[in-house]
Each structure stands twice: as C-alpha cells, then as structure tokens.
C-alpha cells in the first residue's frame, strides 16, 4: 500500500501547481495534524483514497470548519485495508490552547486505547502530531515530545510511527527518520511516501 503522509506545510506541488492524476498513486493518506482544512478537504476529492487526520496544536479551527470528506482518527484505532492504525494528535500544553496535553494526560489518552489495540490485534502504524520524547522533538518547551509514545512503542512495537510539529525548515540537525526499539518515527513535516510494508522512502 502505498500511503501519503503529510503535515504542517501545505505542499504547492499537491495543491497551487497541482497536477491531475499525481495522487492517483496512493491508496491512503494521513495527515499528522497543523494543515489547512480546505487543503485536506482538496486532497480528498482529488485523490481516489480516503484521507485520515489527527490534530495538530493549531487545529481548533477544525471544530468550525473540519475538513469535508475526511475521516478524523484522533483517539481511535482503525484498521484500513489490513494496516492497523492508531491516532493521537495534540502537542505538549504550553499555552492552554486546544489539542493541547500534559504527559499525564497523554498517558491517560494511550491508557483509553488499550482495549481498541487488543480488539484490534495490535498496531501497525501510529500517527500523532508531536514526536515522542528525545526522538525526533525539540528542546524548547512547545516542541517537547510525549514520554508515553516510548511506552507505546516499547509495548506494542509499530512498524512505524508518523508525527508532525518539528518543521524540518527549524534546523539542519532534525532528522527525517530515526529509530526507536525497531519502530521507525519519521517527520513527516510536508510530504513523505510511506510504502507499506515494505521499505520507507521519501517524495519531496
């Protein structure tokens, strides 16, 4: 399966220079969080797949105007063609805005999922909009990861897990993969082609 991952930067190619038939490729596409809902909404009826989305921290516009057509998966585990996926979508709290959490509120979000993980046989693929603690975050505070996500993957070993929020523009240190306990985390920042299973590769 071949999946479109994308958050934060509405890529130009896919949107003001869209060309018809570029997204006909993919089977899935899953946005981390922090992009426009007309975008998404674009996406959707462009594409011959659905397309699935967590929050970022600067989505509260979505409880007005979410995206048309899309499926949101923030706090659910679904099983699409197969892959099994599980979304958590927020950043660290840091202004007291929406989709904002504590690590302890966060736990407690992952705590909720455990009985959709075992219903559902495990999982394959996690998509969150933050990255999880020391692995692929930032040191200022807005930018910090969740402790929790190691939890996850230390107990639940995903093929791979998609997160957001790191622009990769920030800095030439960030990283576009890394690996934790077998788990591939991935910024998806943009545009990444995710091929499932099966290698990882990037599409800028």
């Given amino acids: 399966m071949n999946i479109l991952a994308i958050a934060d930067e509405e890529c130009p190619s896919l949107w003001d220079y869209y060309t018809p038939g570029c997204l006909d490729k993919y089977d899935l596409i899953i946005s981390s969080g922090d992009l426009k809902p007309s975008y998404l909404s674009f996406l959707v009826t462009m594409a011959p797949c659905p397309v699935?989305?967590?929050?970022?921290n600067h989505d509260g516009r979505y409880k007005e105007q979410?995206?048309?057509?899309?499926?949101?998966?923030?706090?659910?585990?679904?099983t699409y063609k197969g892959v099994r996926i599980?979304?958590?979508?927020?950043?660290?709290e840091y202004t007291g805005g929406p989709h904002q959490y504590t690590q302890k509120q966060m736990n407690r979000r992952i705590r909720r999922l455990k009985w959709a993980i075992r219903k559902a046989g495990g999982v394959d693929l996690v998509v969150t909009h933050a990255a999880p603690r020391g692995v692929g975050d930032a040191e200022d505070f807005a930018h910090r990861g969740f402790t929790g996500f190691l939890k996850l993957i230390e107990?639940?070993?995903?093929?791979?897990?998609?997160?957001?929020?790191?622009?990769?523009?920030y800095g030439t240190n960030i990283k576009r993969?890394?690996?934790?306990?077998?788990?591939?985390?991935?910024?998806?920042?943009?545009?990444y082609t995710l091929k499932y299973p099966g290698n990882f590769s990037v599409d800028h």
């Fill in 66 to 78: 979410p995206p048309e057509g899309c499926e949101c998966i923030d706090g659910k585990v679904v």
């Fill in 177 to 191: 993969e890394q690996e934790y306990e077998g788990t591939k985390v991935i910024n998806v920042c943009g545009q």
């Fill in 86 to 92: 599980l979304g958590l979508g927020g950043s660290i």
């Fill in 155 to 169: 107990r639940y070993r995903p093929k791979a897990l998609l997160h957001g929020h790191v622009h990769l523009r």
């Fill in 52 to 56: 699935m989305y967590v929050h970022g």
